[in-house]
């Protein structure tokens, strides 16, 4: 079936510094790829996505390249701040109607002042 | 613009209560899902609804659960006879069923068996 893995945290850095977080997918057909953040004690916000392949999603700075040759959608930011941090998924929809998502375990993301 | 809304956001219940958790979606969106996160998991797919239908129930989801969208509005997520091991976080979601069906979260229910 399909799955998501996602490199396992918890990642620090300081501010300023770059961020990457490696997603690699198996998956049937073509799915639409996400990234999601959660910040403490709060519910899941999407913070981009990409649907076909080549594809580069981006907000808030961060970005994420649909690599089907890898099967990968890492995420990266040039310069994290204090206030990204929190809890990173990455997610793939399955199904023939795009209605499902399936989520890697997260990466919980620390960044220092 | 709201978003997704959930309530209560914590509850904390005795081994073998019944709990009911409530969605309320986007207005305008038909699709509307339930997940459920442990600590330190990712969210897991429960089940989903395409206006008042109920078109898919995980595996994940026992006969103790069972959810509710009556009028393809709000939905009722209830657990019967709760155990420890349903301690979870319970999220709702919802979307547009065409238009690239972004799927937006709620704030989750928090649900602590004691």
């Known amino acids: 079936g399909d799955s998501v893995t996602q490199m396992e945290g918890p990642v620090t850095l300081s501010e300023e510094a770059f961020l990457t977080i490696n997603c690699t997918y198996t998956?049937?057909?073509?799915?639409?790829l996400f990234w999601y953040v959660q910040y403490p004690g709060e519910g899941l916000q999407l913070l981009l996505k990409?649907?076909?392949?080549?594809d580069k999603g981006s907000n808030k700075g961060f970005e994420a390249t649909y690599r089907k040759e890898t099967t990968s959608f890492h995420l990266e930011k040039g310069s994290v701040q204090v206030s990204d941090s929190a809890v990173y998924f990455c997610a793939l929809n399955s199904g023939g109607s795009n209605y499902k998502l399936t989520f890697g375990k997260g990466t919980l993301l620390t960044v220092n002042p | 613009d709201t978003g997704v809304s959930q309530n209560p956001r914590h509850k904390i219940t005795k081994r073998g209560q019944n709990v009911t958790f409530r969605c309320d979606p986007i207005s305008e969106h038909n699709r509307l899902y339930w997940y459920r996160q442990t600590l330190g998991q990712g969210p897991e797919f429960l089940t989903y609804f395409q206006n008042e239908a109920q078109l898919e129930k995980s595996r994940l989801l026992s006969d103790r659960f069972s959810a509710e969208r009556p009028k393809g509005s709000f939905s009722t997520l209830e657990i019967q006879r709760t155990e420890q091991g349903d301690s979870a976080m319970y999220l709702c979601?919802?979307?547009?069923?065409?238009?690239?069906?972004?799927?937006?979260f709620g704030e989750g229910s928090w649900l602590t068996v004691v």
């Open positions: 979601a919802s979307s547009l069923s065409v238009g690239g069906n972004t799927i937006y």
């Open positions: 998956a049937t057909g073509y799915p639409s």
């Open positions: 990409a649907t076909k392949a080549d």
